[in-house]
């Protein structure tokens, strides 16, 4: 193939083939090939691609499976697209290294002129694991980066968060701001109003301090509906977190899990008995007994005690 396309799941994967068995319709046929490989050895090894085809849609575990009996896969390959990147290191980081270790052996047997190797990914967040992706397995990458608070992470901007009342906003900036400048600096403050603006200028100095890049966020109980955001925001930043964020925190979202209780239960929690991340999942998380009772679908008793085969 020319290109591998790789996607986090194979209902993602399933999506993108359609998609470009839609595209082939107005431009060149791609002959794409959906692969999904199982655990069985024998069909991974047994995989015949068909002749001409230009692009392969498949998952990290298939990739890797077929790589187990296809090593020289990548030989004729130009474009390898991650597609959600972040994602996919999220939720397959071995398998995701392994693949990119593979292509980049290939890449280092054959260096071509008229049909370079590529690597395409594509995704929402920047965070340590893309980072080392370019790092390590682009060559002179070009890097495109539409959200600002994406660019101030792949800038290393220091992110720093004060908790405060609403009433003591404008005087803790001005003691974050109270340095004794030694050296010029740009500093740029957002009020929320004009008259904190007059505040503020009234009374901040000028401000100094080391050559790296500082974001000051001052979050108050306004902010309440902020408060999980900004704490995901902080932990890929790395940034210090202060301990009364994680319990403001940890109120927010239980005021917002009383919320769902007429929402099904999370799939996740049903399947695996954790959540990927109960701060952004819509459904509910607590056992509710009016809607969680089960179901009598016969006049036998259900098991109360046993092995499930």
Known sequence: ????????????????FELL???SMSSRPLHPVLLTIGL???????????????????????????????????????????????VLFFEA???????????????????????????????????RHVDHLVREFMKDPYIVITALEEAALYGNVQQVVHLCLECEKTSTLLQV??????QAQKTLIFTCSVAETEIVCKGSPAEQGDKKTKSVLLLTERNAS???????????ADAKIPSELYEFTA????????KKARRPLCPYLKAFGFCKDKRI???????????DIPRKLSNESLPGFGHIR
Not at 4 to 15: D, E, H, L, M, S
Not at 109 to 123: F, K, L, M, T
Not at 226 to 234: K, N, P, S
Not at 251 to 258: P, S
Request: charged share 25%; aromatic share 8%.
């Open 177 to 182: 701001l109270d340095f004794v400048p030694s």
């Open 93 to 127: 980081n071995e398998q995701m290294f392994a693949i990119l270790d593979n292509f980049k052996k290939n890449v280092e047997v054959e260096e071509r002129e008229s049909a370079p190797h590529q690597i395409v990914a594509v995704g929402v967040h920047w965070n």
């Open 251 to 258: 109120g927010v979202l239980e005021a917002k899990e009383d």
């Open 281 to 291: 999942c819509p459904d509910r998380h607590h056992i509710n007994p009016e809607m």
């Open 21 to 23: 068995g839609d595209y």
């Open 1 to 16: 193939p020319l290109a591998v396309i790789v996607c986090p799941g194979w209902k993602k994967a399933q999506f993108i």
């Open 226 to 236: 902020h408060a999980v955001g900004v704490l995901r925001y902080l932990e890929r």
């Open 40 to 86: 069985h050895k024998d069909e991974a090894k047994n995989m015949k691609l068909p002749r001409g085809c230009d692009v392969i849609v498949t998952t990290p575990h298939s990739l890797l499976r077929l790589l187990t009996y296809r090593s020289l896969l990548f030989l004729r390959l130009c474009h390898l697209v991650l597609d959600e990147v972040q």
